[in-house]
């Protein structure tokens, strides 16, 4: 029997296995038709494979099905049942080690160390929405796979920024909520914050919208709080008389020995819920426990040590073109304000920075902006960052 069947086999089953829940029109029938679902992938075919067999399977699909949309089949697969999920779990690699967006945690992991994710960011003026989006073909921005969405919320004294991973409900209410960019008044400084704590010590900031998401009563699987993960600060600038924009970026949760041979990043591995009991069929985004085992990996900077600080790159001036020049490599078309690159800053006195660029982000149409980032950051924090450039600086312009 080939992968190909196999897949379609099991869709066919876990199909008519939910159909029967949906004939369900009491809520005793319900539980009755639960129950016999969970019973079902206990005994199913599929769960009783031997795990060498099953781990060979599951080893080919995944490297076979390299890029999307062929990898969604490897997302199938890890939702067959909990075996199957926790093989699949071993098997694929974190963004960092293999290059690829597989499951929405890696949107909140480190990207590759040699290569730049190429991602393309659309802008909808009239619903003040920002999706971001994978590239699936290099040559165009007109095909991709949804990653994140963003809602613009003005307020009176500052503008937030809701990021979602639903693309339909993109609300501080829904469990799909990941985090938010906030900004000041005058549109300089800006906040990123976080709905999962970027470590075991991590602390909630204390602010109004904290108190709203408690009455809003978020889902039990994602913690209501805003964990600051980095700040960005944009050089007062008025009338742009000191030349282009001028960003710097402090990633409170990287610490600056992560950009060195043998460094590393913190790695979350799962979303961290707060009861797991209400939620015993959804896959991805459960974990066994809130141990400190479920927080990310590798060195979290402590107090004494220094984070990483993200700077753009400076560009120069065109005598030819008249105009301020980056080279992105072609990713770029339009000239704007907004495009920028970020390098590491190296933190010394000489003001020395890294060829590299971490973040790129540049226009490309009238609402389409390219946006290409690696590690240390994630695909969460680089959209976070690129949606500060689009808020409105009352003193930088």
């Given at each position: 029997?080939?992968?190909?069947?196999?897949?379609?086999?099991?869709?066919?089953?876990?199909?008519?296995?939910?159909?029967?829940?949906f004939r369900s029109r009491s809520h005793r029938v319900v539980q009755?038709?639960?129950?016999?679902?969970?019973?079902?992938?206990?005994?199913?075919?599929?769960?009783?494979?031997?795990?060498?067999?099953?781990?060979?399977?599951?080893?080919?699909?995944?490297?076979?099905?390299?890029?999307?949309?062929?990898?969604?089949?490897?997302?199938?697969?890890?939702?067959?049942?909990?075996?199957?999920?926790?093989?699949?779990?071993?098997?694929?690699?974190?963004?960092?080690?293999?290059?690829?967006?597989?499951?929405?945690?890696?949107?909140?992991?480190?990207?590759?160390?040699?290569?730049?994710?190429?991602?393309?960011?659309?802008?909808?003026?009239?619903?003040?929405?920002?999706?971001?989006?994978?590239?699936?073909?290099?040559?165009?921005?007109?095909?991709?796979?949804?990653?994140?969405?963003?809602?613009k919320c003005r307020r009176p004294t500052c503008t937030d920024y809701?990021?979602?991973?639903?693309?339909?409900?993109?609300?501080?209410?829904?469990?799909?909520?990941?985090?938010?960019?906030?900004?000041?008044?005058?549109?300089?400084?800006?906040?990123?914050?976080?709905?999962?704590?970027?470590?075991?010590?991590?602390?909630?900031?204390?602010?109004?919208?904290?108190?709203?998401?408690?009455?809003?009563?978020?889902?039990?699987?994602?913690?209501?709080?805003?964990?600051?993960?980095?700040?960005?600060?944009?050089?007062?600038?008025?009338?742009?008389?000191?030349?282009?924009?001028?960003?710097?970026?402090?990633?409170?949760?990287?610490?600056?020995?992560?950009?060195?041979?043998?460094?590393?990043?913190?790695?979350?591995?799962?979303?961290?819920?707060?009861?797991?009991?209400?939620?015993?069929?959804?896959?991805?985004?459960?974990?066994?426990?809130?141990?400190?085992?479920?927080?990310?990996?590798?060195?979290?900077?402590?107090?004494?040590?220094?984070?990483?600080?993200?700077?753009?790159?400076?560009?120069?001036?065109?005598?030819?073109?008249?105009?301020?020049?980056?080279?992105?490599?072609?990713?770029?078309?339009?000239?704007?304000?907004?495009?920028?690159?970020?390098?590491?800053?190296?933190?010394?006195?000489?003001?020395?920075?890294?060829?590299?660029?971490?973040?790129?982000?540049?226009?490309?149409?009238?609402?389409?902006?390219?946006?290409?980032?690696?590690?240390?950051?994630?695909?969460?924090?680089?959209?976070?960052?690129?949606?500060?450039s689009f808020d409105t600086k009352i003193a930088c312009e």
């Amino acid at each position: 029997m080939s992968l190909k069947s196999m897949i379609q086999d099991m869709r066919g089953e876990f199909g008519s296995i939910s159909r029967k829940g949906f004939r369900s029109r009491s809520h005793r029938v319900v539980q009755d038709c639960t129950v016999t679902t969970l019973d079902a992938l206990k005994q199913s075919c599929w769960a009783n494979m031997p795990s060498e067999l099953l781990r060979d399977v599951l080893m080919r699909i995944e490297a076979s099905d390299s890029t999307w949309r062929p990898r969604k089949n490897v997302v199938a697969c890890a939702g067959v049942c909990r075996s199957w999920r926790e093989i699949m779990k071993e098997i694929v690699k974190t963004p960092e080690i293999c290059g690829k967006l597989t499951f929405p945690i890696s949107l909140k992991q480190p990207g590759p160390r040699d290569k730049l994710v190429q991602c393309f960011i659309r802008r909808n003026r009239s619903s003040q929405t920002y999706h971001l989006y994978l590239n699936l073909n290099e040559a165009s921005n007109d095909d991709g796979k949804f990653l994140l969405a963003a809602r613009k919320c003005r307020r009176p004294t500052c503008t937030d920024y809701i990021i979602s991973l639903n693309a339909e409900d993109v609300s501080k209410g829904s469990s799909t909520y990941i985090g938010k960019l906030r900004s000041n008044f005058l549109g300089t400084k800006f906040t990123i914050y976080d709905a999962q704590p970027s470590n075991a010590g991590a602390k909630v900031s204390k602010c109004r919208s904290t108190r709203f998401v408690g009455m809003k009563q978020v889902s039990p699987r994602i913690p209501a709080g805003n964990y600051p993960v980095a700040h960005i600060s944009y050089e007062v600038n008025v009338l742009g008389s000191r030349g282009p924009r001028r960003m710097m970026c402090v990633m409170d949760a990287i610490p600056a020995s992560s950009i060195e041979p043998g460094g590393a990043a913190p790695t979350q591995t799962e979303f961290v819920p707060v009861n797991i009991d209400s939620f015993p069929s959804i896959p991805f985004l459960r974990s066994k426990s809130t141990r400190v085992d479920n927080f990310p990996s590798g060195p979290l900077p402590s107090p004494k040590d220094e984070v990483l600080n993200l700077k753009n790159k400076a560009p120069r001036w065109h005598e030819q073109l008249q105009c301020w020049c980056l080279n992105f490599n072609g990713r770029v078309t339009v000239a704007s304000v907004k495009n920028f690159q970020l390098v590491a800053s190296l933190g010394d006195e000489t003001g020395q920075e890294h060829e590299n660029a971490i973040l790129q982000f540049g226009k490309v149409g009238e609402d389409v902006f390219t946006m290409d980032y690696q590690y240390p950051i994630s695909a969460f924090q680089a959209f976070a960052i690129c949606l500060s450039s689009f808020d409105t600086k009352i003193a930088c312009e």
